[in-house]
């Protein structure tokens, strides 16, 4: 009879999933990921009409003969694997269960962390990263804390990581938006007074080093056939406010596309200019006057 529950016992352990750092898991080789910019065409239109989608996700496979359950705290970096695009802060824990011999997709809250560089479309690739340094660190566990997967979160990151201005957090909400101005403000070592107040005398000279001296821009691509492209200026929304483009076929080889990023009707907002490349988001810029 001994011997009888000890099989049970053995049996039911077996089935039991096994807990573990995400980390761990990719390290051992417990799981197969492929970290993406998330697919915007397949997203639930709940999420898509939110204001602020997850902008990653990961194609996750369970490569053991046991359930797996893989966790992951926010604050960690996704690197790109090619150069020009941003690398993603996550804002959000990960907890999940993964079946034996399994692969499933998730959906990812980050934040861009570099205005100049692009951001993630579906065909970028990424790799695990360390965790972000110490206060941006204590941003990401102070966004997840209060549920801040919103723009004015992402403008705070910016602030931390390539310094946009902290006045330039903005928000319809006017608790959050002073709250994270304070908050961004104090990881700084400072205050949001003292920062106002210098904001203000160095406004100018802080947004043509933000944005640099060139007076136009380039977007360069290859085509191995026939391509489809628009390209237009968008709100930190996703909303199109104007179009460079649109629906423009372009024929195979390399190809540059030149546009003026700072258009006058743009003064003193955030934006994005987004290329679409055959119904995809392939390329997206940042930008603040």
Not at 218 to 237: C, L, P, R
């Amino acid at each position: 009879m001994r011997t009888t529950y000890t099989l049970i016992f053995i049996v039911l352990l077996s089935l039991k999933s096994f807990g573990l750092s995400l980390s761990e898991a990719i390290a051992d080789k417990k799981v197969m990921i492929d970290w993406t910019g998330s697919d915007y065409s397949t997203m639930p239109e709940a999420i898509k009409n939110s204001g602020f989608y997850p902008k990653m996700q990961m194609v996750i496979t369970n490569q053991t003969n046991a359930p797996l359950t893989v966790n992951l705290d926010e604050g960690y970096l996704l690197q790109p694997n090619e150069e020009g695009y941003q690398a993603m802060l996550i804002t959000q824990q990960i907890a999940l269960d993964c079946p034996a011999k399994r692969q499933q997709k998730q959906l990812i809250y980050a934040m861009c962390t570099q205005l100049s560089h692009s951001g993630p479309g579906v065909q970028t690739h990424y790799k695990l990263g360390q965790k972000a340094s110490p206060a941006l660190l204590q941003l990401a566990q102070y966004i997840r804390m209060n549920n801040y997967q919103n723009n004015a979160a992402q403008q705070a990151v910016w602030s931390m990581t390539d310094r946009s201005p902290v006045l330039g957090i903005e928000s319809s909400n006017e608790a959050v938006k002073n709250e994270l101005q304070g908050f961004v403000a104090q990881l700084m070592g400072t205050t949001l007074e003292k920062i106002t107040s210098q904001e203000q005398r160095s406004k100018t000279a802080l947004l043509q080093e933000f944005n640099g001296n060139k007076v136009d821009r380039n977007i360069t691509f290859t085509a191995d056939s026939i391509t489809n492209v628009s390209v237009g200026f968008y709100d930190m929304d996703n909303h199109l406010i104007e179009p460079i483009f649109a629906n423009r076929d372009f024929q195979k080889g390399d190809h540059s596309i030149r546009y003026n990023p700072f258009p006058v009707k743009l003064r003193e907002k955030n934006y994005t200019v987004k290329m679409i490349r055959d119904g995809e988001l392939y390329r997206e810029y940042f930008f603040r006057q």
